[in-house]
């Protein structure tokens, strides 16, 4: 089934320990935004180089997140799953459900924590949007513009 939820796996259980970078990844998804269609769960979005996640590797981008310290990470908006990250302490324990290794699901669309590129393509579609409406625009408010001449 494409865009859909990923099926039931067996979860795996990480611990980590909070380096100067945090714990080295960024989340996606939430009820407010969904990551994957009709799953409100909260994804890894990306391992950063050398943070505590890619130097245990067992975390992948693509991972839905269960739990952190046994609280259970369902129907969360965003901000609130980022929070509980944010107040986990110095060792964190994730429960994870690894992502399908063929999976045909996708993302409704980047939406990385802490990531602005995502932000800055929605700035750049409304800006190329809004220049489309002031040519168009400009175009139809010319004095004579595609005004029919008929001649007598």
């Known amino acids: 089934m494409n865009g859909s939820a990923p099926s039931s796996q ?7 320990r909070r380096g100067p970078a945090g714990l080295g990844f960024n989340i ?17 979005a990306k391992i950063k180089e050398d943070g505590a996640a890619a130097l245990d590797g067992r975390l992948q981008e693509g991972d839905k997140i269960l739990a952190i310290n046994g609280h259970k ?6 901000s609130a799953a980022v929070e509980l990250f ?14 399908p290794s063929h999976s045909s699901n996708g993302p409704l669309g980047p939406r990385p924590d802490g990531d602005s590129s995502s932000s800055m393509s929605s700035f750049t579609l409304v800006c190329v949007f809004l220049a489309a409406v002031a040519i168009t625009v400009f175009i139809y408010r010319r004095p004579g513009a595609f005004r029919r001449h008929t001649p007598f």
């Open 28 to 44: 996606v998804g939430g009820v407010d935004q969904q990551y994957v269609m009709n799953d409100s769960g909260i994804y890894v």
């Open 10 to 16: 067996s979860a795996l259980e990480i611990q980590l």
């Open 86 to 99: 944010r107040s986990a302490g110095e060792e964190v324990t994730l429960l994870i459900q690894p992502r």
């Open 73 to 78: 990470l369902e129907n969360l908006c965003h």
